[in-house]
């Protein structure tokens, strides 16, 4: 809709034309005169005048360049005083006019030139015509489907110079299309090496308008591309495009350098890819990258990266596959080799902790017992991990078993628990709402096992009160040793030392939610 103001304006710029003795001519030359746009606006709302002198008088609002008015501004206040009937016909009628201009002066060959100025004001005048005045089009339903058509066709082909081009964006437009927006847009998610990089931003605008029926065909669309650009089928085009990229870099060139940078640009295609599926978060997509994840024979950065893809849309219906990931690896096995990778497995987890699946917590803490890996291969992350994704899954009341499990003995190799992985749980106890305070405070008695008197101890560090401060200062003196790796590079070697960082946080977190409320930031919950 207009500025109240300046249509207001605009309109008192309407003049009554004296006679009927208007032409062509004239409405070329009110294009550059100073009341020319208000002469030309007369014309087009005016039912007096025949319709093609109309039609003219709308093209040249679009074509105007003036100082003083907007073209396009002045279209769209005329058009709402033009009556349904009339003003549907010029659309139809303008509707060939536009296209020309909207393809004029394109590319012949290579890719698709910058848009000009000219092809921009076509496409911002289909808009205005589609949005017509915000709550119903100035064109017939016939004509709002062609120029839906028109404005997606245009933008699509070439995404990254045209999505922002003019006064409307692609999402914009994509909004005043509407639903049916999805289905021109899933036809653009092509396996292209110009259309893959633009794969993202386009799910993001299905994702706007798209009805479930809509995102999941472009999520179907989306795999085909996927399954295409990982198999054997594309490896001969990817070897191209890397060949042709390293030569115009100036760079040597010979087989074992390009395929490398074949194998990299296949990785980076499916990583824009993986994140388009992601946009979308459809449960065909989960499935499809739950298979990548789960093929052995695949890359293993490519398993990690459909694991990462599938964050926010796991459903307890993945949890199998997930787990099957997981114990790929038995416990006690080496680590290494993609069956063990610790990073991969370590998604796993983090994907199960999203599922909010209370049911697969049992099992959890079956691993959680099992896992036995030291700080020196990284495999006590799974670990971790699995403490996290209880916590989060069970919340307050999982507490209790958890801390058990925590305090259980454990077979050789096992030295403790390390500083990163007690401190990583005591966060995500602390996120817990409404914080346990009170149940972490009898966690700290010399009664309980050290790694629960740490957790304890460092949660309270955390998310404590003021009357905690007393309690940590009661067991700064405890010189008892701390057990696991990490501990001394963070200077905690002892019980005490471990008590005392976490007084020292609590008083800063303190200090800080008091400071909050003058500084207009809410307090510490």
Known sequence: MLNRRRAAALAGLMFVAAGCGVNDDDIEHWKHTQRGPRKIMTVL??????????????????????PNANGLDVLALAMQQVPASEREAIVHALLPELQRMMTAAAAPAG???????????????????????GRSSFASSEDRAALANLILDWVLADFNQRALAGSYTAEQIVNAVGPTAAERLTRALTSDDNAIPVSVEIARLINVVGTPAGKQAAVAQLVRNATEVGGAGATQRMRDKARSLLTSGGR??????????AEQLRGQYLTVLFEAIKTLGQPNGTAYLLTVASDAAAPIERRRASLTAMTGSVTAANIPGLLAIINACPAG?????????????GLAVDRIGETRSREVIPTLFTLFDQANGVASDMSFTIRWKLGEAILRLGGAGVLSDFMSHLSASR???????????????????????????????????????????????????????????ALLQSFAGDATAVTGEGWGDAHLTTVGAVATRAKENLQQALRSAQQAPANGAPAQP
């Open 45 to 66: 709302v005016g039912s007096t005048y025949a319709q093609p002198l109309r039609v003219h008088a709308a093209r040249a609002l679009v074509e105007m360049k003036h």
């Open 111 to 133: 890719p698709v030139a910058a848009p000009t100025e000219p092809q921009i004001k076509a496409k911002d005048a289909a808009y205005v015509l589609l949005r017509g005045d």
């Open 252 to 261: 040597t060139v010979d087989e074992a350098r390009v395929n490398t940078a």
């Open 333 to 345: 096995t080496p680590v290494g080799g993609a069956q063990c990778d610790v990073d991969l497995r």
């Open 411 to 469: 077979p050789a190799p096992f030295a403790g628990f390390t500083f990163a992985e007690i401190s990583g749980e005591a966060q995500a106890i602390g996120d817990i709402s409404p914080p346990p305070r009170e149940a972490l405070r009898g966690f700290t008695a010399t009664s309980q096992a050290q790694p629960v008197r740490l957790l304890a101890m460092m949660f309270l560090g955390i998310k404590g009160e003021e009357r905690d401060l």
